[in-house]
């Protein structure tokens, strides 16, 4: 009786793993392609060249041409030569473990989103620069990564499995294109949170609800990032409004990319099409599970006793209702190294969509509108970013101020001064089902989402009709 239970047992097993169960083992199409996984070395063997591809994408670079910056004047611009209101810009706060007094890692730089393994991107291609590129952080599922120092005192990403020699070897042939969860643990976790920076791109995502995203909806339309995003040879399609260089200018992302010009079947609606961007009434609120950061004053350092760490003073937001601007698809960025343009109110505009009422390209768009406090030089009216992880050990942000000059100018001990901010974000995630859309109501009554008068109306155009 015993031996027949044991051979039944074997047939059970046999059969999960050769037959149609639902337990046997996942195919992976890499996995017999190499024995043991050697670092980016191993990748390079059969994809050299698209690893010299992706050395000059957006990804890697993290800057490249910018024809949709009004004021690029031919300039490659992004994240290494510009700045922004969260984390200001890489260049004082690339990799390295930042500890609180506990001896706790509470920062490691920028470069953990950057798809490099630790050395900074150079615009020269070498074996160095194709050897650093970090293929398993976009391409292999279950994949995680540490920032490790070696004896010479140098920083560089490592799989946290690298001494784990057999764990490593099944995780690196993983390979598939990206999914949700591999672009949103970079994509999500922006700014310093979860949700902190782009408002409409939470970890939700990786498994949501129609109701949350029609789109990337699990048990719905399913689409993965790479399904609107993907473009070829490692150029990304879309670069919203805020973003300085572009992989893919002439392979733009548009819904009508997907969706008619006219796709509701009803004049009225279609009609608006003309003027309103399709996310004006298909995205009601953004921020909807995870709060997303509004507001960043980096001249007033908070510190959180539970963490052991300062940050800026951020206000939070939650089911935020977008702000309304004209849009025709560029934008005039604020650049370092460049006299600060002051607005009326005494604000800088870090990023400002371009577009107008009259102007025939243009029509309304949502965006985040995101407010900061930034530091500014005196006398040459410089945006000034700031070494933030050095800032989060001890709240000195007088030393995080002359770290950043010192790193993007050259300049030490500067004078500086403080300027408030204003930052427009495209919102173009967290598109809801057509039933859940703005009515008319929403912006055509009395205190509704419209300000008519900013859009540059005198009252809003449906009472010019009942006239």
Avoid at 109 to 125: E, M, N, Q, R, T
Avoid at 319 to 333: C, D, E, I, M, S
Wanted: hydrophobic share 30%; proline share 4%.
């Amino acid at each position: 009786m015993r031996k027949s239970a044991a051979v039944l047992m074997a047939l059970v097993i046999v059969a999960a793993w050769s037959g149609d169960s639902s337990a046997k083992r996942r195919f992976y199409p890499h996995q017999e392609y190499f024995d043991s996984y050697e670092g980016t070395k191993t990748c390079l063997s059969c994809h050299e060249a698209e690893a010299a591809s992706f050395f000059h994408s957006q990804h890697y670079q993290w800057q490249g041409d910018a024809p949709d910056i009004v004021n690029s004047d031919g300039e490659k611009l992004g994240k290494m030569n510009t700045m922004n209101d969260f984390c200001t810009n890489p260049l004082a706060s690339w990799i390295g473990n930042a500890v609180n007094s506990e001896g706790k890692i509470i920062a490691q730089g920028c470069s953990k989103c950057h798809a490099g393994l630790g050395k900074k991107p150079s615009s020269v291609i070498s074996q160095e620069q194709l050897e650093n590129i970090d293929c398993l952080i976009c391409h292999a599922s279950g994949y995680r990564r540490d920032a490790y120092q070696d004896e010479d005192g140098n920083w560089e990403w490592k799989p946290i499995l690298w001494k784990n020699k057999r764990g490593l070897d099944s995780i690196s042939k993983r390979i598939s294109l990206p999914k949700r969860k591999m672009c949103l643990r970079c994509h999500a976790g922006a700014g310093g949170g979860p949700n902190f920076k782009r408002g409409d791109l939470e970890y939700e995502l990786a498994d949501c609800s129609p109701d949350f995203d029609v789109h990337m909806a699990t048990e719905g339309n399913d689409l993965q990032c790479v399904d609107c995003h993907g473009g070829d040879d490692h150029r990304v399609r879309g670069r919203g409004a805020d973003l300085s260089g572009t992989d893919s200018p002439e392979n733009r992302l548009y819904c009508t990319s997907c969706h008619d010009e006219k796709p509701h079947d009803v004049p009225a609606l279609d009609h608006h099409t003309k003027k309103v961007y399709c996310t004006v009434c298909h995205i009601t609120e953004f921020a909807k599970t995870d709060q997303t950061d509004m507001v960043r004053d980096w001249s007033t350092p908070k510190y959180h006793e539970k963490a052991n760490k300062y940050s800026a003073t951020i206000t939070f937001g939650k089911n935020v209702v977008p702000q309304y601007a004209w849009f025709n698809g560029k934008t005039r960025l604020m650049k370092m190294g460049e006299k600060i343009k002051r607005n009326e109110d005494g604000t800088v505009t870090i990023m400002e969509p371009q577009g107008k009422r009259k102007d025939k390209s243009s029509k309304i768009h949502a965006f985040k509108l995101h407010l900061g406090v930034l530091p500014v030089l005196k006398d040459e009216q410089w945006l000034i970013p700031i070494a933030v992880d050095e800032f989060f050990i001890d709240g000195d942000i007088e030393k995080g101020v002359n770290e950043g000059a010192a790193a993007a100018y050259g300049i030490h001990q500067p004078d500086f001064e403080w300027v408030s901010s204003k930052r427009y974000m495209g919102i173009f995630h967290e598109v809801r089902p057509a039933d859940k859309a703005l009515q008319c109501l929403d912006c055509h009554r009395e205190g509704g989402r419209m300000n008519w008068q900013a859009l540059g109306y005198k009252k809003d155009p449906i009472l010019n009709a009942l006239d």
